[in-house]
């Protein structure tokens, strides 16, 4: 009964924002098997991520054990929010690639998808292995599964916006990667340093709130610039 209530509680907050993303979104327009595809292409990135750490580990990247506050945020950075967001990104390119043309707004749903794909197998992960495990839940359904799916959204927006604005679209490409990146790594960095162990659990809810509240607009508005672009055809 226990490994029931584990899994419902990994997966019942990346469920309600799957949910979310695809009636706010124009999810109704793309094919089932694509956003299937895109949220398993998300969560089997976890088993690279950790190979791929492992490689970084041993041709000196980075270092384990004892470190110093910038040795972490620079583990933290290379092994979490670059190596995740590249590999996410990855799958979101496929997927464009080969299932859906990034000219209509639901672009943004498979982005989310593919984040919450990720999140969902890292929150049973750590779920499963923890502890407590309900403090665990609670936590990560309230920052980790609401990060992803708001670093998948931007980069699905920017990538989109991208696309249409052919005269800056060589600017706006590039941040398609690099802001989920560095919007990943921002939020690390206020759950890993010290001089913001007394303010992070108030920063890291409002920072995600925050995140929330600019993937939601984010979705209306790619949905209303799609909107009038399918009217004028």
């Not at 694509?34 to 041993?58: D, K, N, Q, R, W």
């Not at 470190?67 to 390119?93: D, H, N, Y």
């Not at 990060?147 to 941040?175: N, Q, R, T, W």
Request: net charge neutral; charged share 10%; aromatic share 12%.
């Amino acid at each position: 009964m226990i490994l029931i209530y584990k899994l419902l509680l990994a997966l019942l907050p990346v469920l309600l924002m799957l949910y979310y993303v695809y009636h706010k979104g124009e999810g109704n327009q793309i094919l089932s098997k694509v956003l299937v595809a895109s949220f398993i292409g998300g969560f089997m990135l976890m088993l690279p991520t950790h190979l791929i750490s492992i490689i970084l580990y041993e041709v000196g990247l980075y270092t384990k054990g004892d470190q110093t506050v910038s040795e972490t945020l620079w583990r933290m950075f290379i092994t979490g929010a670059m190596l995740e967001e590249l590999l996410k990104f990855g799958v979101f390119i496929v997927t464009l690639k080969f299932a859906y043309k990034p000219r209509g707004g639901g672009v943004v749903v498979i982005a989310a998808f593919v984040g919450l794909g990720f999140a969902s197998d890292e929150n049973l992960l750590y779920i499963m292995t923890s502890d407590n495990w309900v403090a665990t839940g609670i936590a990560r359904a309230l920052l980790s599964v609401t990060d992803h799916f708001s670093y998948g959204v931007v980069m699905g927006a920017l990538y989109f916006y991208a696309y249409h604005c052919h005269k800056a679209g060589f600017i706006v490409y590039p941040l398609a990667l690099i802001l989920p990146i560095s919007l990943h790594w921002l939020g690390n960095a206020i759950l890993i340093t010290p001089a913001l162990d007394e303010w992070d659990i108030v920063l890291a809810p409002v920072w995600s709130i925050t995140l929330f509240v600019l993937a939601c607009r984010l979705i209306k508005k790619t949905c209303e610039i799609s909107g009038q672009m399918n009217a004028l055809v």
